[in-house]
């Protein structure tokens, strides 16, 4: 839901519905961190209802276009952080299993491995 | 940093507060997890009240993936996709001491609820099936996943109850699939949180005998002396990562000029702590994946 006015579009606030602090901050950074906006914060009327305001204001592109664009750096962010952290996540793994195979096949007084992280 | 079976430990850098509390907050309260949810009592004769026990049910943990089911509505029928069903039947016998009703006690039930339903004509279908408290079209049994592991609460040793003699407690627990706001049981993690890096600074050099006392206060040992030759030795900022931020190396009159404690602004330590139901690592991902779908939402709602 948007309300704006009819002859300046690059202006306006976002209602949404069934949505809280989890997505309406992030989605506020991602904003900030776009050239075109001036300004942009969002609310919530009452915490009772789960309900968002975000307002933005550009230096002329229509908000809506800017409201996209800032969702879908939103989502890159969120894949780049999902791969990165798969890969972190196998190379530990990795690691892990060669150190375990290490220490398998050495004595009881073997030093340690070195510190790859 | 640290990965185990139910938690994990890893570094996040170059990334916002605001996204990191997203992640921490979905965590907690948007990835779906299965709880039990109804649970129908046969027979109750404990002195735990009904109530009591199906709230202490249902925050017991199950050891399923909650991605292999969908959720139940108010108008569909519980059948294998989106139920599990639980049986616990227990009972002390006369003469016999006190016994203790650990969640070990619940039995899965592949093929759906035992319980019978009453129906109202007489002359009902001509089936030879009676009609139960679920529709299971097939034994979950033959579900791949659950060939080689049943599903069992996660941790058998969790006091539900306890009986004396003569009490008798039996009843059907159906769990189904939820997110943890809506209810706490829901939740997949113990908890989840995240730090900042500390970041300690020496304003200047700190030599001698300041040195040793700046070491000798640190509960946690971060620094460490480093000898410079000519006997003259000078404190270094060994781990940081171990500072807990409690401020005693700046008490005193002249430490804070020497000492600067500060955050390191985009790096983040996480903690994950799971209940058991998926692995650590694993939650994080669909965690992210979540906040994914969120935007893509908003992304087609706008447009």
Not at chain 1, 94 to 114: F, R, W, Y
């Amino acid at each position: 839901m948007e309300h704006g006015s009819f002859t300046d579009n690059s202006a306006a606030t976002f209602s949404l519905t069934d949505e809280d602090h989890t997505i309406a901050n992030a989605v506020r950074f991602t904003l900030n961190q776009d050239p075109r906006v001036t300004f942009c914060g969002y609310s919530i009327p009452h915490p009772s209802e789960a309900r968002v305001n975000i307002r933005v204001q550009t230096t002329g592109d229509p908000a809506r276009e800017v409201l996209k664009d800032a969702c879908q750096n939103l989502m890159l962010m969120c894949r780049h952080v999902r791969s990165t952290f798969d890969k972190a996540v196998e190379d530990f793994k990795a690691s892990n299993a060669v150190k375990a195979m290490k220490i398998d096949s050495q004595d009881s007084s073997g030093d340690d491995s070195e510190e790859s992280e | 940093v640290r990965l185990n079976e139910d938690d994990m430990e890893f570094d996040m850098i170059g990334i916002d507060a605001a996204i990191a509390n997203s992640f921490r907050r979905i965590l907690i309260a948007e990835l779906p997890t299965m709880a039990i949810e109804k649970v129908l009592i046969a027979n109750n004769t404990s002195i735990i009240q009904d109530e009591v026990l199906a709230h202490r049910l249902g925050l017991v943990p199950i050891r399923v993936d909650p991605r292999l089911f969908d959720y139940l509505s108010e108008n569909d029928q519980p059948n294998e996709k989106n139920t599990v069903v639980f049986k616990l039947h227990v009972q002390c016998k006369r003469g016999s001491p006190r016994i203790t009703v650990k969640s070990d006690a619940l039995k899965w039930l592949p093929n759906g609820s035992e319980l019978v339903k009453e129906t109202r004509n007489a002359t009902s279908d001509s089936s030879s099936k009676p009609e139960t408290y679920t529709y299971f079209g097939c034994s979950q049994e033959t579900i791949p996943e659950f060939v080689k592991n049943p599903i069992i609460p996660k941790y058998p040793d969790i006091i539900v109850a306890k009986l004396g003699p003569g009490q008798e407690i039996e009843l059907e627990a159906h769990a189904v699939k939820g997110i943890g706001k809506t209810h706490a049981k829901w939740s997949p993690v113990a908890t989840a949180w995240y730090r900042m890096l500390p970041e300690v600074v020496l304003l200047e050099d700190i030599e001698d005998d300041l040195a040793e006392e700046l070491k000798s206060k640190c509960p946690v040992n971060v620094f460490d002396i480093e000898d410079l030759g000519k006997g003259r030795r000078r404190a270094t900022v060994a781990r940081p990562r171990a500072c807990t931020l409690c401020r005693e190396c700046i008490r005193g009159d002249d430490w804070e000029k020497r000492v600067a404690l500060r955050r390191v602004k985009d790096h983040f330590i996480f903690t994950i702590e799971s209940t058991g139901a998926l692995p650590p690592e694993v939650l994080f991902t669909e965690a992210v994946k979540i906040l994914e779908d969120k935007c893509e939402r908003v992304i087609t709602e706008l447009s």
